[in-house]
């Protein structure tokens, strides 16, 4: 099984890298960290007459992982109730990606079968 982490904080081994590195101790896995990326943020070009421009960025290196792997895990810390802004950019960008001729319908494919988990670590300071 190929099995693959996205961690989206951009803080190195915070809480949430922490869990998940003990979670997946002895197990064959590769790491990416959107913080060592450049994504850009989604332009919703959904509606427009010619959809999404090509984006000039490190999203193919996302889009290559899960045409790759069997298994994701998304690995983020809990910001203000939701996930890490780049954790949010990336799956955001994957509106136009499943609509990008140049990855096809094996894309889409691939994440209909994909299976996922999901870390999310938050913190509470009392003070």
Known sequence: MR?????GSTRRMGNTELLVE??????DHR????SDLNIRPIIDQRHDEG???PVNDDFKEIVDLFLTSDLIIFATPLYWYGMSGPMKNM???FSGAVRDERYGEELKTSLQKMETIVV??????LG
């Open 3 to 7: 099995i693959a982490t996205i961690y």
């Open 91 to 93: 799956i955001d960008r």
């Open 120 to 125: 999310t670590v938050g913190e509470i300071t």
């Open 31 to 34: 790491s990416i960290y959107l």
């Open 51 to 53: 959809g999404f421009d």
């Open 22 to 27: 003990c979670m997946m101790k002895g197990i």
